[in-house]
């Protein structure tokens, strides 16, 4: 099946600093997704983002589908960013499935 | 619109007791996933439903695990007997799929199981 990896793994941020974080995948796919589960277990929809650009206040994502990889931007950090930030694909040919990537624990200090 | 939503938020059970846990996808969609949450193997999908017809359950654990989706608007996810091993966060999860269309999932808040 579909590989999905993220980095870095962890990363401790002071408030206000910026950040990117990656996700490769290694296969085309139909459908990407950025999450971001907060201390309370939650999965929040950041961003639906197959391809292209989006921009939702201090987060953007890009996605180069034709390269396999996607890119979540935070810029700005606030504590309450702290969380696990999860990238999830639907590949071809895998009906409507996601397959989740490790994700990224982010952890910002005031 | 309420979102996904998902009882118990949490379960605390012996083993060998029966678990069952229930999904209401939002209205409209017409997907339906049960995805698992653990330590090891991080976020795994169990089985989803489209139009309320199983299509891929492969991802379900063994035969201990079965699920349903009776109509559009309830799904439940039932483990009997339950096992230590079977303890994590049960996610449920909706979404539209049309013809060629892929649309983004919406989660539950999940059901936290503990079983001793």
């Known amino acids: 099946g579909i590989q999905v990896e993220q980095s870095p793994p962890d990363l401790i941020l002071q408030e206000g600093a910026n950040s990117t974080l990656r996700c490769n995948f290694s296969d085309s796919v139909n459908n990407l997704q950025w999450f971001h589960q907060n201390p309370w277990g939650q999965l929040i929809n950041l961003f639906y983002i197959p391809s292209g650009t989006k921009q939702n206040g201090r987060l953007s994502a890009t996605t180069v589908a034709t390269e396999r990889y996607s890119l979540l931007y935070i810029s700005s950090s606030q504590t309450t960013d702290s969380g696990v930030y999860f990238c999830?694909?639907?590949?071809?040919?895998?009906?409507?499935?996601?397959?989740f990537g490790g994700g990224t624990r982010l952890m910002v200090k005031p | 619109d309420a979102g996904v939503i998902q009882s118990p938020r949490h379960e605390v059970t012996e083993m060998g007791q029966e678990v069952t846990l229930r999904c209401k996808p939002i209205s409209g969609h017409n997907s339906l996933f049960w995805y698992r949450q653990t330590m090891m193997r991080g976020l795994e999908l169990l089985i989803y439903f489209n139009n309320n017809v199983p299509i891929d359950d492969s991802g379900m654990p063994e035969d201990r695990f079965s699920a349903k989706m009776p109509n559009a608007s309830f799904s439940t996810l039932k483990i009997q007997p339950s096992e230590p091993r079977d303890s994590a966060v049960y996610f449920c999860?909706?979404?539209?799929?049309?013809?060629?269309?892929?649309?983004?999932?919406?989660f539950g808040p999940g059901t936290r199981l503990t079983v001793l």
């Open positions: 999830a694909v639907v590949a071809r040919n895998a009906g409507n499935m996601l397959t």
């Open positions: 999860a909706s979404s539209y799929r049309g013809a060629k269309i892929y649309n983004e999932q919406f």
